[in-house]
């Protein structure tokens, strides 16, 4: 049911584990679906993402979702990060099947987290970011088609 | 894949050469219909009776009783729908569980749509419906009363002669879904008092597209598959013979070697539960310890997610299963670990394993390593986890 390019993510994940002090950590999605991912940023002075590493509670899908979430943010701005939306996580992984679709929303929220978390830490406004939503099931249900 | 191992007997299991070999002659050999006239069609009618016998024999029920479906969920469907159709002057009360197999629990809601109250039944924290609860749900208008035999997800064994004495008691039919327990365990209708009884092909090592419903004499529910006379007018269609033949076939060497298997199972059984539980911290056995299928393991491994598992054990050539909400393609987990009073989290990471015969001590002992690496593996990327390490040291 899954791409060659989520198995391999799955079984291989980029960047899993913990950054000690990071600059932004955000957790989102809930134990009640069945998703929790976690995102740790670590952010240099010029505002370029220098690290990203990633713990999930989750399906396959869950799991290479973070993982290809934390390959795109690694070396980008945090401007090139607010990009990295649930659809490109999908493209980048050779699509998702309909169900698992959910799984890259919370690979996107969980690097706005993240960065929403970098901002409050530092006191300043990232344009084009909002408050990430804590919980996945508190957005609106993901369109049920293959992408 | 080089290896094998598949335990997921309570999905489908294989069909037994002899079984198969009984079914073949029907498809290119004895080929007639049943229904048919002429003596050509003699082997077919005869061998559709003998395994009528075979399988009223496994329940000690008469032949007459017995009426060949196209599976458990057709027999699940005809038996509430049916029912609930013939006896609705008398009322259009419901009585079931909550942890019922969904042909049971979607027909029930369908009949919830369409003018019948339907009462859910709790268990316990094992999956043991409540018989007090199930007695004082009990009204005038109730008409029937349908718990499973055996639970399909945890293996807990309904009883079955307790629920079977309440029905009589109360004037009301028990209907039970026997899909998992027929022919794995003994049942007897007299004894338990049983009135309808669904039950399966390939659940015990016969062929898919066939079942079995016990209709007891005397109760009045008509045809749900409508057309020819076949099957004493309640069952309409040609007869499906070599499945027919195979479903008899299995029931009887399953009977023949339930005690045999079971002791064997048990024992492997019993040795996988041990281990994971010694094993796997943080690891919970589902269902009753004894009141349970002698092939079911059921574990919930906390801090992980049932489908990551599954592909994992898959590529170490091992066949599970996982009642987590990915793999039933809903955000819920399954509805039997919610109603043993599971929260979400824990039992989002199920894993159901079912033996058989074939397995052996060296498969379960080869599933337990693997599973111990996998666990520790998701484990160590689990946020749960780590919140968990970080609040208790």
């Known amino acids: 049911m899954y791409s060659e390019k989520v198995m391999d993510h799955f079984n291989n994940p980029r960047n899993v584990g913990e950054i000690e002090n990071p600059s932004g950590v955000g957790t989102v999605g809930n134990a009640k679906c069945g998703d929790i991912m976690r995102m740790y940023l670590d952010i240099d002075d010029n505002g370029i993402i220098q690290e990203a590493k990633f713990k999930t509670f989750g399906c396959g899908a869950a799991v290479a979702t973070s993982s290809m979430a934390t390959e795109l943010v690694k070396g980008k701005t945090i401007q090139e990060a607010l990009q990295v939306t649930n659809k490109a996580v999908m493209e980048a992984l050779d699509g998702l099947p309909p169900v698992k679709v959910h799984c890259s929303l919370l690979a996107e929220e969980a690097i706005h987290a993240a960065l929403w978390d970098y901002a409050e830490k530092h006191n300043i406004k990232i344009e084009g970011l909002e408050r990430p939503v804590n919980d996945i099931s508190e957005k609106e249900e993901a369109p049920e088609e293959e992408y | 894949m080089s290896k094998l191992i598949y335990l997921d007997n309570a999905a489908t299991t294989q069909v037994y050469p002899e079984v198969l070999d009984a079914m073949l002659p029907y498809f290119t050999e004895h080929y007639g219909n049943p229904a048919a006239i002429y003596s050509f069609a003699g082997e077919s009618e005869r061998a559709v009776a003998k395994a009528r016998k075979q399988i009223a024999d496994v329940i000690g029920a008469k032949t007459e009783e017995i009426y060949f479906t196209g599976g458990g969920s057709e027999s699940d469907n005809w038996a509430l729908k049916a029912t609930a159709e013939a006896y609705s002057s008398k009322g259009k009360h419901i009585i079931t569980s909550a942890i ?44 029937l009363i349908s718990v499973m035999a055996a639970n399909n997800e945890i293996g807990t064994i309904e009883p079955l002669k307790e629920i079977g004495a309440i029905a009589k008691k109360h004037g009301v039919l028990f209907h039970t879904d026997a899909v ?109 310890r004894t009141d349970r299928l002698p092939n079911n393991a059921n574990f919930c491994f906390r801090f992980i997610e049932g489908e990551s598992m599954l592909i994992l054990l898959d590529q170490a050539g091992i066949c599970g299963s996982s009642g987590s909400a990915c793999t039933s393609g809903s955000l819920d987990p399954s509805h039997v670990l919610l109603a043993i009073g599971l929260p979400h989290e824990i039992a989002h990471g199920s894993l159901r394993l079912t033996l058989s015969e074939k397995t052996t001590m060296e498969d379960i002992d080869y599933t337990v390593d693997k599973l111990k690496a996998i666990i520790e593996r998701l484990r160590s990327m689990s946020p749960l986890y780590e919140d968990f390490v970080r609040k208790n040291g």
């Open chain 2, 100 to 143: 019922e197999h969904h042909a049971i629990l979607h027909t029930a809601q369908w009949l919830e749509l369409h003018g019948f109250e339907v009462t859910y039944v709790g268990v316990d924290e094992n999956g043991k419906i409540k018989l007090d609860e199930l007695e004082a749900a009990i009204r005038p208008d109730t008409i």
């Open chain 2, 180 to 288: 998992q327990a027929f022919a794995h365990v003994p049942i007897n209708v007299d004894e338990m008092n049983i009135d309808m009884l669904s039950a399966s092909g390939h659940k015990i090592n016969g062929p898919k597209g066939i079942g079995v419903m016990y209709i007891r004499k005397g109760v009045k529910i008509r045809s749900f598959i409508h057309g020819g006379a076949q099957e004493r007018q309640r069952r309409a269609g040609t007869h499906n013979v070599p499945g027919i033949v195979g479903i008899g076939k299995a029931a009887e060497l399953a009977v023949a070697n339930m005690e045999k298997n079971t002791e064997y199972e048990v024992k492997l059984r019993d040795h996988l539960i041990e281990r994971v539980l010694a094993e796997i911290p943080y690891t919970r056995l589902n269902g009753d």
